[in-house]
């Protein structure tokens, strides 16, 4: 069975700071893994996924993430906040063998940009 | 993204009422989901349909009761809730099942 977790339920940055927000998973096989990100009311938008090929990972608005198979991990970075980029945060896996798996999504986590 | 959309965006109801959320896609897709976020929890998958049938049904409640009356429509159907059902009901949807989900922007729901 899958499982995610991660580290901080809140991260706080400085506009303009390094973001590094970090998930961690675990799977018997080779997982899918995505990012997603939630807006105050609003749902869940896709940031990016990795499936297989390159291990690091671009997706939307200047996140990316690298896949560690040794580590477990796909933590999410961006070189320099925005103020925009307050919002929930969750990684979610899915067993990349298995065509009609469910995801698991992790806890999330809230992303503070600070002025 | 407008590819999913959920009616009513907020409700409160009393726990005698009956209710029913409505989710609709315009993706083409053929899986539809619903899920359960209450606060300071991960997300709660309740209900999975692909090609229109339910596949998966997370040992949810008999209150809550789903219909996919085709591949663009979910609905939950809500009767005798309780307090603890208080939370934002997500709809999603994918081209099949486990494959990218694409959500709608929620149903906040409050029962007094």
């Known amino acids: 069975a899958q499982s995610v977790t991660q580290l901080g339920s809140h991260v706080s940055v400085s506009e303009g700071a390094l973001v590094l927000l970090r998930c961690n998973y675990s799977?018997?096989?080779?997982?899918?893994l995505f990012w997603y990100v939630q807006y105050p009311n609003q749902g869940l938008q896709l940031l990016l996924k990795y499936t297989t090929g390159a291990t690091l990972v671009k997706g939307i608005n200047g996140f990316e993430a690298e896949f560690k198979k040794s580590e477990t991990s796909f933590h999410l970075t961006k070189p320099s906040a925005h103020m925009s980029d307050a919002a929930e945060y969750f990684c979610?896996?899915?067993?990349?063998?298995?065509?009609?798996?469910?995801?698991?999504f992790g806890p999330g986590t809230r992303l503070s940009v600070l002025p | 993204e407008t590819g999913v959309t959920q009616t009513p965006r907020h409700l409160v109801m009393g726990m005698t009422n009956k209710k029913s959320l409505k989710c609709e896609q315009h993706?083409?897709?053929?899986?539809m989901y619903w899920y359960k976020q209450s606060a300071k929890k991960p997300l709660e998958l309740m209900f999975v349909?692909?090609?229109?049938?339910?596949?998966e049904n997370n040992s949810v409640p008999s209150r809550f009761s789903p219909e996919c009356p085709n591949s663009s429509h979910l609905f939950l159907h809500l009767h005798t809730l309780q307090p603890e059902d208080s939370a934002l009901y997500l709809c999603?949807?994918?081209?099949?099942?486990?494959?990218?989900?694409?959500f709608g922007p929620g149903t906040r729901l409050l029962v007094l």
């Open positions: 979610a896996v899915r067993n990349g063998r298995n065509y009609g798996q469910n995801f698991v």
């Open positions: 349909y692909s090609l229109e049938e339910r596949v």
């Open positions: 799977s018997s096989v080779p997982p899918y």
């Open positions: 999603a949807s994918s081209q099949d099942q486990g494959q990218t989900q694409y």
């Open positions: 993706l083409g897709h053929n899986a």
